[in-house]
């Protein structure tokens, strides 16, 4: 194994500089890769984490309130994400119900306070709260899909990149034969290993990338099926607060 390994380096610091522009974009490619895999494997693990923690103290409530008292250790998750900029619309529109006023201040409510039911809420409000639920559950995916999309450029172009290595290294070779005036094994294999080298590189880059970016996208339409359970979870929440 040591002599194998011993062999390919060679037929790496060996081959000419196009080839080794090939082979260093391919690892400069692959190590991107598996930095935005592991940041991923992270933000997903914590957001599953607090997002649990946050749906049992919503689940547990005896009023909103109490799951506002509780959020200061899940701010970054979507869905306290969501119960923040929902609870802001809640309290604006049920207090313009109650003070008479359709033209109040929509940034009244404060997260440091808990929320309260100061009037009741119509099926319109709760449509202008469902509106603003689904946008910060699109943000909140759009932040977790950030850089998801170099895994899926890598998968696609690394065998390419691969390839492109490999043809340019096996049409050396088989200039060399011309200039040698011969084929034989010990004029053709360095040439014709040293390319295939490169498609090693390529799919060692693009299938981790490939895999990474499979379960991204698993990951995130996961979250966006629990937001959208979510929010009409919180619908019902304000609606039965509301004293409707």
């Given at each position: 194994?040591?002599?194998l390994?011993?062999?390919?380096?060679?037929l790496?610091?060996?081959?000419?500089?196009?080839?080794?522009?090939?082979?260093?974009?391919?690892?400069?490619?692959?190590?991107?890769?598996?930095?935005?895999?592991?940041?991923?494997?992270?933000?997903?693990?914590?957001?599953?984490?607090?997002?649990?923690?946050?749906?049992?103290?919503?689940?547990?409530?005896?009023?909103?309130?109490?799951?506002?008292?509780?959020?200061?250790?899940?701010?970054?998750?979507?869905?306290?994400?969501?119960?923040?900029?929902?609870?802001?619309?809640?309290?604006?529109?049920?207090?313009?119900?109650?003070?008479?006023?359709?033209?109040?201040?929509?940034?009244l409510s404060?997260?440091?306070?808990?929320?309260?039911?100061?009037?009741?809420?119509?099926?319109?409000?709760?449509?202008?709260?469902a509106?603003?639920?689904?946008?910060?559950?699109?943000?909140?995916?759009?932040?977790?899909?950030k850089?998801?999309?170099?895994?899926?450029?890598?998968?696609?172009?690394?065998?390419?990149?691969?390839?492109?290595?490999?043809?340019?290294?096996?049409?050396?070779?088989?200039?060399?034969?011309?200039?040698?005036?011969?084929?034989t094994?010990?004029?053709?294999?360095?040439?014709?290993a040293?390319?295939?080298?490169?498609?090693?590189?390529?799919?060692a880059?693009?299938?981790?990338?490939?895999?990474?970016?499979?379960?991204?996208?698993?990951?995130?339409?996961?979250?966006?099926?629990?937001?959208?359970?979510?929010a009409?979870?919180?619908?019902?929440?304000?609606?039965?607060?509301?004293?409707?």
């Amino acid at each position: 194994m040591l002599l194998l390994d011993n062999q390919i380096w060679q037929l790496v610091t060996g081959s000419d500089f196009f080839s080794k522009i090939i082979l260093a974009i391919l690892v400069f490619m692959s190590a991107i890769s598996w930095g935005v895999i592991v940041i991923k494997l992270g933000q997903f693990k914590l957001v599953k984490t607090q997002s649990e923690r946050f749906l049992n103290t919503f689940r547990r409530r005896r009023s909103l309130g109490e799951v506002y008292t509780a959020l200061s250790g899940m701010r970054g998750t979507p869905l306290s994400r969501m119960l923040e900029y929902g609870a802001k619309d809640r309290d604006e529109l049920s207090r313009r119900h109650a003070l008479g006023n359709p033209g109040g201040n929509p940034h009244l409510s404060k997260l440091d306070t808990p929320l309260k039911s100061e009037g009741y809420l119509t099926k319109d409000d709760l449509d202008t709260i469902a509106i603003t639920l689904k946008r910060v559950s699109q943000e909140e995916i759009a932040k977790l899909e950030k850089h998801v999309s170099y895994l899926a450029t890598t998968g696609n172009s690394a065998p390419f990149f691969g390839l492109l290595g490999t043809v340019w290294g096996v049409m050396d070779a088989f200039l060399s034969i011309g200039i040698r005036g011969q084929a034989t094994l010990a004029v053709v294999a360095p040439g014709i290993a040293a390319a295939l080298i490169a498609t090693i590189v390529g799919l060692a880059a693009a299938i981790p990338a490939v895999m990474g970016y499979n379960y991204c996208n698993s990951r995130l339409k996961e979250i966006a099926v629990a937001t959208d359970s979510f929010a009409l979870e919180l619908l019902t929440a304000f609606w039965k607060e509301s004293g409707k």
